[in-house]
């Protein structure tokens, strides 16, 4: 059974994005090729469109998808509508495809047009020396608490998660991975937890709770202390998992 979702705008495209994605292992690029899932752009008439497949989930899961909980592809879609819809940036959402059994989901893709971005959140960890950094900082916690304000808790807030378009004096945040999304109110310590996936540094943390602060009715000294405690327990937790995976994989040789 399959279940093809489409906005209006891109019906008249049907038959040639069924195509891409019946092809999805022959044909297209590759954008991201990860363990999980995979992304390719595919030129479909006038259009470069990025199709998203989500990998094939287990049979609990399987099950789950199709008769309980919404697919990743169809959050995915129906997330960056609402995004859209209180002026957040994300990739336009062209539509989404489930393939179904008699007994669960066995695949979902999920379309939306390619965007053609500068950079993403993890050059401004890498890159210190990066012109223009702490205004792009500045500007990203504006972009921030303007979701916070409108009850977006981003689950997915990693790095890799925010494409950045660079603009005369301005720059575009779109987000992107969105099929992990909350959508609450918010107090400042889930507002600050919220961007503790971001990897940022001491520099980072203290421009980025400045800025927040300034914007907001928060002190400064709140803002800073719950940041800056998210985010070093957030790194703690991740090292202590590599170094526990890394000392078993020494064990077992």
């Not at 489409?6 to 999805?24: M, Q, R, S, V």
């Not at 995004?83 to 379309?111: A, D, K, M, R």
């Not at 998660?161 to 310590?189: C, H, S």
Request: proline share 2%; glycine share 2%; aromatic share 12%.
């Amino acid at each position: 059974m399959q279940n093809l979702h489409l906005n209006n705008k891109f019906e008249h495209l049907k038959t040639e994005i069924l195509d891409c994605i019946t092809h999805f292992n022959t044909k297209g690029n590759y954008v991201t090729k990860g363990d999980r899932n995979v992304i390719k752009s595919f030129k479909v008439g006038t259009e470069t469109l990025n199709i998203k497949s989500f990998k094939t989930p287990k049979l609990i899961n399987s099950f789950v998808y199709k008769h309980i909980r919404k697919s990743k592809a169809k959050r995915s879609f129906e997330y960056a509508e609402k995004l859209i819809s209180q002026s957040i940036l994300t990739p336009f959402p062209v539509g989404y495809l489930e393939n179904s059994s008699t007994t669960g989901l066995t695949s979902s893709y999920y379309i939306s047009k390619h965007v053609d971005y500068d950079f993403d959140f993890r050059v401004l960890i890498h890159n210190p020396l990066l012109d223009n950094r702490d205004e792009i900082l500045i500007q990203f916690t504006q972009f921030a608490y303007k979701l916070h304000e409108n009850n977006i808790n981003f689950l997915d807030h990693s790095p890799g998660n925010t494409l950045i378009i660079e603009n005369v004096a301005k720059y575009d945040f779109y987000l992107i991975d969105l099929n992990r999304m909350q959508f609450e109110q918010m107090d400042l310590t889930k507002r600050m937890d919220n961007l503790k996936r971001l990897w940022l540094s001491k520099k980072m943390i203290r421009i980025i709770a400045t800025e927040y602060a300034n914007i907001s009715e928060y002190p400064f000294e709140e803002v800073y202390r719950l940041l800056m405690q998210s985010s070093q327990d957030f790194k703690r937790r991740i090292n202590r998992k590599k170094y526990l995976k890394r000392k078993y994989l020494k064990k077992k040789k």
